[in-house]
């Protein structure tokens, strides 16, 4: 008898012990347990005078039990306006990431391929209208369907588009990324002409490929209406682009002609942004720990 009541008395102890570690708990951040020096202007890119956005595949959302941890102390010191994300995985642990932060609010999708899917995080500052898919039908060309926000920063009117296009090489693939890039460029001539645009994500591909076979040709040969605000980047040296592992850099931001004053205003920039050089064992521990692409950020100064 007394066999049967302990053994009855572990299972319940053990069934308690499982439920404890659910996704709510297990990623309730502890206070930061990590140390990283905010001193460095490289990485503290929001400002009271600037839009500041980023675009960040932070793969498969969270690639480990610290990275909500690592990732609420970084976007507490890249201060940024909106944050575009791409591969949140684990909507639960996203909710936790945009309740911890003070002074954001958020939203995510739940509709890419293979789960990993699109988000915003965004200041409370801003006014956002109602955020909203499009090409939700169209999955050859979108197997993340685009994410737009409409946000109105400081009186300015903003619409970004949130993307991850196709991965991989091969023809096929390409020809994705190319389809993507041109329906993209149809729907703001379309719906969007005379507004401020940013389209920017995980494009997957590169900007300094032969005309030839450059996916985002069409872009580039528009150059009146639009601009790869990120282009010298791509075209600089590897040390800088987003994606170390290869290296490429395949994580852009492109503004259409009505934000071009803006970007050529003092004050306003765009940057990889080099979080490794913040941990003790640089990239490895970035890597392990958050991401295999670097943010990439866009500063745009609208007061001259």
Sequence with gaps: MNRILIVAILSILFIS????????????????????????????????STFDIITWNIQNFPKHNTTLNYVLELISIMDPDIIALQEIENETVFNTLKNSLDNYNGINTNSASYNINLAFLYSNNLEVEPIYEIFEDDRWSFPRPPLVAQI?????NVYIINNHFKAMGGTENEDRRKSASEKLEDYVNEYLSGENVIILGDLNDELNEDPSNNVFQNFINDALNFKFADIDIAY?????????????????????????????????????????????????????????????????????
């Design 17 to 48: 012990c499982a439920e404890d570690k659910g996704a709510d708990s297990f990623y309730s951040p502890p206070p930061p347990f990590i140390e990283i020096d905010s001193s460095f202007s490289s990485i503290n890119i929001g400002t009271d």
């Design 152 to 156: 109105v920063w400081n009186g300015q």
């Design 236 to 304: 600089s040296s590897s040390s800088n682009w987003s994606y170390p592992s290869w290296p490429s850099h395949l994580d852009h931001i492109l503004i259409t002609n009505e934000l071009f004053d803006e970007f050529e205003n003092e004050g306003s920039s765009v940057q990889t942004i080099r979080l490794e050089e913040y941990f003790d064992n640089g990239w490895t521990e970035y890597e392990n720990y958050i991401s295999d692409h670097r943010p990439v950020g866009l500063r745009l100064n609208f007061s001259q």
